[in-house]
């Protein structure tokens, strides 16, 4: 009896630990068709945008990494023919990546759209020119989370080499109480003296990284209000997950099922003596 109840226990402990967290999100983008613009959109915690640095239509569009013969085949990855990524932490690997988020290339080869809606790109490609001299890279794109959350990862996708990132392209930026807070740059990601150093990460052509989440917490914050992140060059991100800033009532809740049962062990404790 005393063990289950040890178990029990363990269970509640779990609840406790989980209402502290908050909830916890993975946005899943597959549901959208290969080419959808998406500025906008509600995607669960939070609505998309995009900046392009060399175009004013600003397109943030759906780009599915499972297909074949795109526009833009650095982005591609596992799929039905086979194959892995070719560079980062998920290099060698079958991981299905699924569905990223683009900023849309615009020029002379640019295919319009599939519907007079202009609501799908008809031939999806990210935009690549990088920074360098007075060019400013690709673009950025911003996630506005609907509530503060506690946690954010992302998984970037096909950035190459160091000449996509310095000190003011390559990056992605928290924001709290409207303000920028903390910018991580891609270099910090590969930087031995930076606190932001992953020894996993590994930049290059058809790359794709799962950068891990980084909490509130951790960057001194009580909540990540939103994020941008900055593309010095071609490249995508997508596989968001998103914890959410615990409530009060939740983690009380959790925590006085812990007491009851904690009492109840004592109780039976005291009953076997």
């Known amino acids: 009896m005393i063990h289950k109840t040890a178990i029990t226990l363990t269970s509640a402990l779990a609840v406790a630990s989980s209402a502290s967290a908050g909830w916890h999100h993975e946005i899943d983008l597959d549901q959208y068709e290969h080419g959808t613009v998406l500025n906008g959109v509600d995607l669960g915690p939070f609505t998309a945008s995009a900046d392009s640095f060399h175009s004013t239509t600003d397109l943030l569009v759906a780009f599915d990494t499972t297909q074949t013969g795109t ?76 509530s503060g959350v506690n946690a954010f990862g992302f998984t970037l996708i096909d950035v190459e080499k160091t ?57 001194g914050l ?20 998103v914890t959410g800033v615990p409530t009060p009532s939740a983690m009380l809740g959790g925590l006085g099922l812990m007491a009851m049962l904690v009492s109840r062990r004592n109780s039976r404790k005291r009953c076997h003596a």
């Open 163 to 219: 000449g996509e990132f310095n000190n003011e392209t390559g990056f992605f930026a928290l924001f709290s109480d409207g303000n920028q807070t903390t910018k991580v740059s891609f270099a910090d990601l590969i930087d031995e003296n930076s606190v932001y150093y992953d020894p996993s990460i590994e930049f290059g052509d058809n790359s794709a990284n799962r950068i891990e989440a980084l909490t509130a917490a951790e960057l």
């Open 222 to 241: 009580e909540q990540i209000e939103r994020v941008t992140i900055n593309l010095g060059g071609s490249g995508g991100v997508g596989e968001f997950t």
């Open 71 to 146: 526009r833009d085949r650095d982005l591609e990855g596992p799929n039905s023919g086979g194959g892995s990524w070719k560079d980062g932490n998920l290099a060698g690997t079958t991981a299905d990546v699924g569905t990223i988020l683009i900023i849309q290339e615009i020029n002379s080869s640019f295919a319009g759209y599939t519907d007079g809606s202009q609501t799908v790109v008809s031939r999806p490609d990210d935009e690549g020119r990088r920074s360098g001299g007075t060019q400013p890279g690709a673009g950025e794109i911003t996630l506005d989370f609907h």
